[in-house]
Structure formats: C-alpha cells, structure tokens
C-alpha cells in the first residue's frame, strides 16, 4: 500500500520558517522523483520543488527559488522541504507526490499525500 505521509505544517507569520517532511512507504523509492506542490484556496495545484535519487535533477518554482529547499533523506524514505522568508502568499496546502519522471507537471504524478496546511499571517 502506497502512503505519503506529510507533516510539519502550520501558522507562522511573514518571515517566518517551516520544515515540511514527508515520510513514502509501499513503493521503491530510489524509483521516484519526489515533489513538492502546493494549493492555494481558488487555485490551482502548483509545483513548488522536486528532487531525484540522491539529490539529482533538484527544481524549484521560481516563486520560492532562494527561499526554499528540498532535500531527502533516501535510507528512510523521507524528503523534506525547509521554508524560510515566508509570505502570505505561501500560505497553501502543501503536497507531497511522486512521479516516475523528473518533470514539474503535478498532474502526470502518481502518487499523492494528503497535504498540509501552510499558512502565513502578514
């Protein structure tokens, strides 16, 4: 059973930092590009960062480039993605997913966690 487990989210206000983690089981990891994406209310899905086996093929949005960062811990099955400088307009649900390809389209990702609600107070 595949699972994607994200947690770490909350309420901070604008400047704040936040680390996100998501725990993958149920599927061989080493296989999978790991992503970030996001929601925002009335909008739709956006990628935020990915990033490959061993920390290959790492991309960001440009709207978080320089603020965030993605990273993994492979032997445990687990990507993280550290938030700082945050803005109001971060504030999103954030997603955890992976895809069989390094590509920044969420909708051609297989499998999704159930998110976590950011949310940054101006």
């Known amino acids: 059973q595949v699972q994607l487990v994200e947690s770490g989210g909350g309420l901070v206000q604008a400047g704040d930092s936040l680390r996100l983690s998501c725990a993958a089981s149920?599927?061989?990891?080493?296989?999978?590009?790991m992503t970030w994406v996001r929601q925002a209310p009335g909008k739709e899905r956006e990628f935020v960062a990915g990033?490959?086996?061993?920390?290959?093929?790492?991309y960001y949005a440009e709207s978080v480039k320089g603020r965030f960062s993605i990273s993994g811990d492979d032997a445990r099955s687990t990507v993280f993605l550290q938030m700082n400088s945050l803005k109001p307009e971060d504030t999103a649900v954030y997603y955890c997913?992976?895809?069989?390809?390094?590509?920044?389209?969420?909708?051609?990702?297989?499998?999704w966690g159930q998110g976590t609600q950011v949310t940054v107070s101006s």
């Open positions: 149920g599927f061989t990891f080493s296989n999978y590009y």
């Open positions: 990033r490959g086996w061993r920390g290959l093929n790492l």
């Open positions: 997913a992976a895809a069989r390809r390094a590509e920044r389209l969420p909708e051609r990702y297989d499998f």
